[in-house]
């Protein structure tokens, strides 16, 4: 992207929220702005350092798709669950990528979630922690392919505190080796208390150091409440402005070139009294050929989301 591109269409973005921002309180932007650049996985040390293997030792035949999976798994309380769920599931057990969010370790489990579905499902995996837990377990962000994983690295998204669930945010971006070619793939997770402006200003860096051609996928938590103070939701926040929050990314995603084909997905929440498109996974450089929610999967309190794309070997 050439520096003009790129400064449009952070303009555009910048523009949207500061309309938005005339409209809606917590209008403070991000606290820290996070970090400047990708950062190889081996170059993080301490208690956030991420892991990767490949676990698949010989990648399947390619065919003329390829399905991408964006599940949050919730905490991963139930991971033999989850393996019978992916197993059970006609649409998931062929899935050749996942992009798993809210997923752990712990010592405990003497591995982590990651490494357990990987080689459950064969799958090869690169994990990136976002925060940790008292007892040395860790949160974060995963993703698992049949094929192999070479170059993960991982972002620090724009942090924001909010009241009892301030979190630091990631993204991780993974290069997947199919056969003679190469898919790249981000996988991330927002903040929840946040009204679309700030949502907007934390999903930005992760666009504009997205590849050319890349998959873009995860939990963007696109609550439809107006939140005050970063504390409590208060409204609709279309009952404030005519905005729908999962559209207003549609809308940002399409114009920095990406395809929007989970845009009329539905609900991909697991919870009878609430309603929302928090999930989606947008392409660029690809032709999206068909998606779905597999709502009969019902481990977590999200739905996993699946996007296939055409793929030429």
């Not at 591109?5 to 809606?24: E, F, M, N, T, Y």
């Not at 905490?75 to 752990?104: K, M, N, R, Y």
């Not at 050929?289 to 977590?300: A, K, M």
Request: net charge negative.
């Amino acid at each position: 992207m050439n520096g003009s591109s790129r400064s449009r269409r952070i303009g555009i973005a910048a523009g949207l929220s500061a309309a938005v921002c005339s409209l809606l309180p917590s209008c403070s932007f991000h606290d820290h702005p996070g970090s400047a650049s990708w950062m190889p996985f081996e170059s993080v040390a301490g208690p956030l350092r991420p892991e990767s293997q490949n676990l698949a030792v010989q990648p399947p035949a390619v065919g003329a798709k390829l399905r991408i999976v964006t599940y949050n798994i919730h905490l991963g309380p139930d991971i033999p669950g989850l393996i019978a769920a992916i197993q059970g599931s006609a649409q998931l057990s062929t899935a050749d990528v996942f992009l798993f969010e809210e997923i752990e370790s712990h010592p405990s489990d003497g591995k982590s979630q990651a490494a357990m579905l990987g080689e459950a499902l064969g799958m090869s995996y690169a994990y990136a922690p976002a925060w940790t837990y008292p007892d040395g377990g860790t949160h974060g962000v995963a993703c698992l392919s049949r094929f192999p994983i070479t170059e993960p690295q991982v972002l620090h998204l724009p942090y924001y505190e909010l009241e009892g669930a301030s979190e630091l945010r990631i993204a991780i971006r993974t290069t997947l080796t199919i056969g003679s070619k190469t898919l790249r793939t981000i996988a991330l997770h927002l903040d929840t208390k946040l009204n679309v402006n700030d949502r907007l200003k934390q999903l930005e860096p992760a666009v504009e150091l997205a590849d050319p051609d890349v998959v873009l996928g995860g939990d963007f938590n696109s609550n439809p409440w107006m939140w005050v103070d970063r504390t409590f939701s208060l409204l609709p926040e279309d009952a404030v402005a005519p905005i729908d929050p999962a559209k207003a990314i549609d809308q940002v995603m399409t114009y920095n070139g990406f395809v929007a084909p989970t845009s009329t997905s539905g609900t991909t929440t697991n919870l009878p009294a609430f309603n929302a498109r928090l999930d989606s996974i947008y392409a660029r450089g690809y032709t999206p050929s068909g998606f779905g929610v597999e709502r009969s999967v019902t481990v977590s309190d999200h739905f996993p989301v699946w996007v296939d794309l055409a793929w030429t070997p």
